[in-house]
């Protein structure tokens, strides 16, 4: 299977096999006009299987948060053809609307369209909790 | 604008600052009864309160302030389907500072981000409580002169007892504080308050009996261990009668041990124990008023001289 190289863009690897349209969907990179290429099930000597995702687009979007997903995946930056960045996600210190709280008595289960957002309160772990009640995401 | 939703919002010498005010005011009322003229407070009670709805409204009038609110959510356009966000940004045009209860946890952080005026948590569900926090350390400090070098237990509910993860928090920012945890297996305090306490640098002893420990106390706080927390029955009465706080079992404390409930009680503290001098609960219930006043006072950035 041929996928063509990319001259600027990025290039998301070592994605747990089966995660790819996950973040994908997270990334809502349904929304750009940019080619995109989502390869599934890749033969991989560390993994077994992973996915990819191919971006061909210097797209201006949080990578970060996908440390929450998945902190062991690679993320490459490729300019000119050649890869000038080379780094895993690091854990955000808050995500917003990834994860809901599950505690029947936090507000966001009857506040009109209040975010949910979550705190990185312990890196070893890790730990998110919910920033109104600080209920542990599960 | 500041708001104060959790002890932790505020710094050891805020508190401090808290302390020394509150006291002044105990000592020199007449001086203050003036300082909120022309001031409101709204008191935004959406779930029932006696202590702390009262004591706030005391609060504001005795510093020559004027209150408005509701006591009960029905009361109120929530009854109507209002998000605590509306509700909030049109009572902040009609008060210049607001202390709110509500059975949502996080509803008064929520308030904060949308009021013009201060917010202070007056208890959201089973989460926070930072004036019964206040309310603690100021009955502590008048009763040992200090937070350092203290001994101090907790009995009973240490699981859901949110005045208990609130104030283990406070004094753990003080020196040499030593928490006695006196609770069943099955009301145990929780891991993430104790890694929380200090970064986990804080000593915590661990027991089920109060008959064991209680001679080692400085302070004993004693909680509801409530039916309701129990799976099965004969566990709650197989344990209910060992947290209960009687002359007895006093027999072996310090004679300058101080005990306190943030109240109601139901029976865990026997009646025969509140004449004794070391009984501190209801000048606790005292106290609250006064660290409500001082923080009003601050929150308004008023200061007396």
């Known amino acids: 299977m041929n996928i063509d190289s990319i001259t600027n863009g990025i290039v998301i690897d070592h994605i747990k096999a089966g995660k790819g349209m996950e973040i994908y969907k997270f990334l809502g990179l349904d929304a750009y006009e940019c080619s995109v290429a989502l390869i599934k099930n890749v033969p991989s000597k560390k993994m077994g299987k992973k996915d990819i995702i191919k971006i061909d687009s210097l797209l201006d979007i949080d990578l970060n948060a996908l440390g929450y997903i998945d902190p062991n995946i690679t993320i490459n930056v490729i300019k000119n053809e050649v890869r000038t960045e080379k780094y895993h996600p690091e854990l955000p210190e808050r995500i917003t609307n990834i994860i809901k709280c599950k505690n029947p008595r936090c507000i966001t289960t009857t506040e009109q369209e209040l975010p949910h957002i979550f705190k990185l309160t312990d890196k070893n772990g890790p730990v998110y909790r919910c920033l109104y009640c600080e209920t542990k995401a599960q | ?305």
């Open chain 2, 1 to 305: 604008m500041r708001s104060v939703i959790d002890i932790l919002d505020l710094s050891v010498d805020e508190i401090n600052s808290l302390i020394d005010t509150a006291n002044d005011i105990i000592e020199n009322p007449a001086k203050y009864q003036k300082a909120c003229e022309g001031k409101k407070l709204a008191s935004l009670f959406f779930e029932p309160s006696t202590r702390t709805r009262l004591s706030f409204e005391a609060a504001m009038y005795e510093l020559g302030g004027h209150v408005l609110g509701f006591s009960e959510a029905q009361s109120s356009s929530a009854a109507k389907g209002e998000s605590v966000s509306d509700t909030v940004k049109v009572v902040s045009y009609y008060a210049d500072i607001i202390a709110m209860r509500h059975p949502k946890e996080g509803a008064p952080m929520v308030a904060s981000f949308k009021s013009e005026v201060p917010i202070i948590n007056a208890g959201d569900g089973g989460h926070n409580h930072p004036t019964q926090t206040l309310a603690d350390l100021l009955t502590i400090k008048r009763e040992k002169g200090g937070f350092d070098n203290l001994t101090v237990g907790l009995c009973g509910d240490l699981k859901f007892g949110r005045t208990v993860h609130s104030l283990i928090l406070a004094l753990s920012r003080y020196s040499n504080i030593k928490f006695v945890l006196i609770s069943p297996d099955e009301l145990r305090l929780p891991d993430y308050v104790k890694q929380e306490a200090k970064n986990g640098k804080i000593e915590f002893l661990e027991t089920k009996s109060l008959e064991d420990v209680i001679s080692t106390l400085d302070i004993l706080y004693m909680t509801r261990v409530q039916r309701e927390r129990f799976f099965n029955e004969a566990d709650y009465i197989r344990l209910k009668d060992s947290y209960i706080l009687t002359p007895e079992k006093l027999k072996t404390a310090k004679e300058n041990l101080c005990i306190m409930h943030p109240l109601p009680r139901v029976n865990e503290i026997s009646v025969a124990i509140d004449d004794d001098p070391r009984a501190c609960y209801f000048k606790q219930a005292m106290y609250g008023k006064y660290m409500r006043m001082a923080l009003i006072l601050m929150l308004l950035g008023i200061s007396v001289k």
